[in-house]
């Protein structure tokens, strides 16, 4: 008797953990968003706001420093791309201490 009821609670918690998770999910995913106006220089944007503009392709950097020296090369190299907005997909130490690794998609209107 007792095990049914235990095994009854553990059903319904799963299922509560599992709604959970899940609407947890959709929270996270988000509504599309529009992009800023076009400035004169490249702009980063969400992955959100990457509706319904054309993709150019991606830069990488890989830079002794600090985070923002790869972030900051990255912006360089959309600038030197003449793209309007880009999207940094990932900044990452290498195994080698100061050095720092960039990617990001270029985007334009």
């Known amino acids: 008797m007792a095990i049914r009821k235990r095994d009854r609670v553990m059903r319904r918690f799963t299922s509560l953990m ?13 509504t599309p968003q529009p992009a800023p106006p076009v400035a004169d220089h490249p ?6 706001q990457t509706q319904g503009l054309q993709r150019m ?11 923002d020296d790869a972030v900051d090369e990255v912006r360089a ?13 990932m900044v990452d ?14 985007y334009r209107k």
């Open 57 to 67: 392709g991606t830069v990488t950097s890989l830079v002794r420093g600090s985070p």
């Open 77 to 89: 190299k959309a600038a030197a791309a003449k793209a309007d907005y880009y999207v940094i997909v």
């Open 43 to 48: 702009q980063e944007i969400r992955r959100d």
């Open 18 to 30: 599992l709604v959970m998770l899940l609407s947890g999910c959709s929270i996270l995913q988000g």
């Open 93 to 106: 130490e290498t195994i080698v201490t100061g050095q720092w690794y960039s990617q990001a998609v270029l």
